[in-house]
T-cell receptor, first 112, second 115 residues
């Protein structure tokens, strides 16, 4: 069965620090990968997605993610976080169906 | 200009008393989903509709039912809520597009509490 692992459950950073959130999935076939963000009191929003082509994907608000097929990973990065990036981040995988599997999420707190 | 609207944002019901959560969308998307999300857990898919075709997850309790009377609306009915059903319920939509590379669009969720 497919699964998604986000190893960092809580991350605390100071403003301007660099961010990397891990996401690993288990599925041997072709996958489509997503990162969603949920700001406090708001709905899940798409940050970025990968389905083919350049494995380095750029999203909104300065986020990027790199798909490394050999490692089954899709880590999210941002060179310099801001206080407004405080949110919960979810990695999700889909593979040829209408179903999406989500990770358990990472709560990021950025200290001003 | 919210595109996926869930009502109400907060719902309180009594143990065993049926409750209905609603979701509407202005995106004209074929696919609609209901997820259950408990604290510090991943959103768990309960079921999804492709148009009127209903797809139930194998581990979704029988207590949970759904209706989709038209493209725009989808309802989640919990027939006899137990304390373990207290959670955030998320509705999402997705356009048909190429298989599985389309993102989902989420509503704000309904937080259900059971007394």
């Amino acid at each position: 069965a497919q699964s998604v692992s986000q190893h960092n459950h809580h991350v605390i950073l100071s403003e301007a620090a660099s961010l990397e959130l891990g996401c690993n999935y288990s599925y041997g076939g072709t996958v489509n990968l997503f990162w969603y963000v949920q700001y406090p009191g708001q709905h899940l929003q798409l940050l970025l997605k990968y389905f083919s082509g350049d494995p380095l994907v750029k999203g909104i608000k300065g986020f990027e993610a790199e798909f490394i097929k050999s490692k089954f990973s899709f880590n999210l990065r941002k060179p310099s976080v801001q206080w407004s990036d405080t949110a919960e981040y979810f990695c999700a995988v889909s593979s040829g169906t209408y179903k999406y599997i989500f990770g358990t999420g990472t709560r990021l707190k950025v200290l001003a | 200009d919210a595109m996926v609207i869930q009502n109400p944002r907060y719902q309180v019901t009594q143990f065993g008393k049926p409750v209905t959560l609603s979701c509407s969308q202005t995106l004209n998307h074929n696919v609609m989903y209901w997820y259950q999300q408990k604290s510090s857990q991943a959103p768990k898919l309960l079921f999804h509709y492709y148009d009127k075709d209903f797809n139930n997850e194998a581990d979704t309790p029988d207590n949970f039912q759904s209706r989709r009377p038209n493209t725009s609306f989808c309802f989640l009915d919990i027939r006899s809520p137990g304390l373990g059903d207290a959670a955030m319920y998320l509705c999402a939509t997705r356009g048909q597009g190429a298989l599985s590379n389309q993102p989902q669009h989420f509503g704000d969720g309904t937080r259900l509490s059971i007394l």
